[in-house]
């Protein structure tokens, strides 16, 4: 969910992220003989765990790498990922949080600059790294790490907001992030006084976050998905403030509200909001049917001040 211009994620209490008391997303095992299928296991834990009935949800990525999901008695397991959006939530959370999602990873939000974090601590172990010799064992792979770096972090290129995933997956085979440590992973050992780059999450959870940011922001180009994310009514204001949110870049403020218009993506309410400290802004709401005029109707909009 978006509040107060930020986007948080759902986290269970401590007690359940088990080991080292981390942060974790809502999850547990797929019973078969209980859950039809994998979202019907997906709702019952949320629902157990937070309190929470999902609605829209979306499967995301399958994730099966040894040594990321330690399970007593060596068991390999597969964690699937689900996304869900929401506006609001029950009053008992049964313990359950909203987290800001730029805790885990305050890499991804530019809308104040290019972060201080990757200027001073990430590029420059990054191409420290690149320059390193593969550790023995390592798997081939058809891009060179600084081809790589240059894709996912702009390093020598350009920023771009979907790659989240290929980001924070560069920095667990770097050993930059606890996970990595955690995991045993060799190159986590080659660094010293390495600071916290983001707060750690539980087994796997901040890689299938990254996955989550990375689908959400790329939707938000195709598809009229910021509109669960919002109350039935807005302004103009909030919705530009909210994609600036998920993307993490500013958008300049008159193109924004000219694509919003032109694409038909809204309708005046006839209704005003008082809320905005300065005179009163009109009301909008989705306008569903622009779903059926057009296969993308979405919001492909530039960076840029306000």
Same mark, same amino acid.
């Given at each position: 969910m978006v509040q107060d211009q930020q986007p948080h994620?759902?986290?269970?209490?401590?007690?359940?992220?088990?080991?080292?008391?981390?942060?974790?997303?809502?999850?547990?095992?797929f019973a078969p003989r209980a859950h039809r299928t994998l979202e019907i296991g997906l709702r019952e834990w949320v629902e157990r765990q937070t309190g929470i009935e999902l609605g829209y949800v979306e499967q995301l990525y399958t994730f099966g790498d040894r040594g990321r999901h330690a399970e007593p008695g060596g068991a390999h397991t597969l964690s699937v990922g689900y996304l869900a959006?929401?506006?609001?939530?029950p009053a008992d959370m049964r313990g359950a949080y909203w987290s800001p999602w730029y805790t885990y990873f305050p890499w991804e939000d530019w809308r104040e600059g290019k972060p201080q974090i990757l200027t001073e601590e990430i590029e420059p172990r990054l191409k420290?790294?690149?320059?390193?010799?593969?550790?023995?064992?390592?798997?081939?792979?058809?891009?060179?790490?600084?081809?790589?770096?240059?894709?996912?972090?702009g390093i020598g290129g350009g920023w771009d907001e979907e790659k989240v995933l290929e980001r924070?997956?560069? +920095?667990? #085979?770097? &050993?930059l992030v606890e996970e990595a440590r955690r995991d045993g992973r060799s190159a986590a050992n080659r660094w010293a006084d390495l600071p916290e780059l983001g707060r750690p999450m539980a087994l796997d959870h901040r890689r299938i976050l990254a996955t989550a940011m990375g689908r959400v922001r790329g939707k938000l180009k195709y598809r009229p998905v910021v509109f669960e994310l919002l109350p039935p009514e807005f302004t103009l204001?909030?919705?530009?403030?909210?994609?600036?949110?998920?993307?993490?870049r500013l958008l300049h403020k008159q193109n924004f509200r000219? +694509?919003? #218009?032109? &694409?038909?993506?809204?309708?005046?309410?006839?209704n005003v909001s008082t809320e905005t400290g300065g005179r009163p802004a009109k009301l909008y709401r989705f306008r569903r049917e622009v779903v059926l005029e057009r296969p993308a109707p979405g919001l492909r909009v530039s960076a840029g001040r306000s």
């Open positions: 994620i759902l986290v269970v209490r401590p007690g359940l992220a088990g080991e080292d008391c981390r942060d974790a997303l809502p999850f547990g095992p959006l929401t506006r609001g939530t420290a790294w690149a320059e390193r010799p593969p550790s023995p064992g390592e798997p081939a792979r058809p891009l060179r790490r600084p081809e790589r770096l240059k894709i996912g972090f924070y997956e560069l +920095l667990y #085979e770097a &050993g204001y909030d919705l530009q403030k909210t994609v600036e949110s998920i993307s993490g000219r +694509l919003v #218009e032109k &694409g038909g993506l809204v309708e005046p309410t006839g």
